[in-house]
């Protein structure tokens, strides 16, 4: 058995190191996000078929003439902005609590998608894209008759 002296604050370096860690995984976001003149980031569900793969994103308030979809290089690109449409001011009341501004979100796609038949609809505040896979027609070996 090995016999350890006790250090009351190896304890708090180790935390303080994991705060460290933490943090800087933080601001790296949030860097990235200011890189590009984000103002928020939206929730995204995605999910796989047989058929294709399928990206919800959850864009309340959004127009759709307000959000592009793009593909570039293999990746797929969701920008756009939420702008406010009336700001309420009361006397002794001011709250605004949904996000408003820039946002983007992009996706690697994998191979064997068909690109150019990528469908996207935007519905009670979702954009939702379907992005259809290659269907690969399997050929049944063929003997060759030799003459």
Do not use: C, H, W
């Not at 290089?73 to 001011?89: A, D, M, P, T, Y």
């Not at 408003?100 to 150019?116: A, H, I, M, N, T």
């Not at 896979?133 to 049944?140: F, G, L, S, T």
């Amino acid at each position: 058995m090995m016999i350890t002296r006790f250090d009351p604050f190896r304890e708090i370096a180790e935390m303080r190191e994991r705060m460290e860690y933490f943090n800087k995984l933080i601001n790296g976001a949030e860097g990235r996000m200011e890189e590009k003149g984000v103002d928020f980031i939206p929730s995204v569900n995605t999910r796989e078929a047989d058929d294709a793969y399928y990206i919800e994103v959850d864009l309340p308030g959004v127009k759709k003439e307000n959000i592009s979809i793009d593909v570039n290089e293999n990746v797929l690109s969701i920008s756009g902005s939420r702008e406010i449409e009336e700001e309420r001011k009361d006397d002794e009341f001011y709250r605004l609590e949904s996000i408003y501004g820039k946002f983007e979100r992009s996706f690697s796609l994998p191979e064997g998608v068909d690109v150019e038949k990528i469908e996207a609809e935007a519905k009670d505040g979702v954009l939702r894209v379907k992005i259809p896979k290659v269907q690969v027609v399997e050929k049944a070996p063929k003997k060759i008759e030799i003459k």
